[in-house]
T-cell receptor, first 111, second 114 residues
């Protein structure tokens, strides 16, 4: 069974601070996806990383896939209140497109 | 381009009843996956449909079943509802292209079982 451990579970910071969310597994994934979910809505895809060691940037968000394709991180620079939400990492297995999700990180950015 | 839509938005049922949830996939997407998301948790994979056939299943009992139609829309059926089935049910569609499978989620159906 593939499992993804996401940490921290909760993060409460002030506007302008930096933060990192981690996603770790003992399993290898063909790709790793990061989503953001607002209350009452479905997850929205932020980025997909595919190659070991890959780094992708989306404005103030930086995503990294571990060399062994077992872990990933999301770093947000100068967080803003609009970044508040639930952040989910999800690994795709090799057999078919099943996504295994981490338990999520609830981020609150205070003005 | 129309995104993934789900109906109904909210649903209240009692224990033992049956429920059908519906999903219309995004235009051009031929694969549909269903997930269950309990409050405060990440989504859990229920099953996936591709070309009207079940293409993989998570750790859910047989009372969770599904269908995919020729237009790629899908249904999730749950029989003999239990209190623990209360959750947000998410549908995600994806195009089967390349070496990875980006999934696009609908807004979900919030099911409450009393």
């Amino acid at each position: 069974t593939q499992l993804l451990e996401q940490s921290p579970q909760f993060l409460s910071i002030q506007e302008g601070e930096n933060l990192t969310v981690y996603c770790n597994s003992s399993s290898v994934f063909s790709s790793l996806q990061w989503y953001r979910q607002e209350p009452g809505e479905g997850p929205v895809l932020l980025v997909t990383v595919v190659t070991g060691g890959e780094v992708k940037k989306l404005k103030r968000l930086t995503f990294q896939f571990g060399d062994a394709r077992k872990d990933s991180s999301l770093h947000i620079t100068a967080a803003q209140p609009g970044d508040t939400g639930l952040y989910l990492c999800a690994g795709e297995g090799y057999s078919y497109g099943k996504l295994t999700f981490g338990q999520g990180t609830i981020l609150t950015v205070h003005p | 381009e129309t995104g993934v839509t789900q109906s109904p938005t909210h649903l209240i049922k009692t224990r033992g009843q049956q429920v059908t949830l519906r999903c219309s996939s995004q235009s051009g997407h031929n694969t549909v996956s269903w997930y269950q998301q309990a409050l405060g948790q990440g989504p859990q994979f229920i099953f996936q449909y591709y070309r009207e056939e079940e293409n993989g299943r998570g750790n859910f009992p047989p009372r969770f079943s599904g269908l995919q139609f020729p237009n790629y829309s899908s249904e999730l059926n749950v029989n003999a509802l239990e209190l623990d089935d209360s959750a947000l049910y998410l549908c995600a569609s994806s195009p089967v292209t390349g070496t990875y499978n980006e999934q696009f989620f609908g807004p979900g159906t919030r099911l409450t079982v009393l």
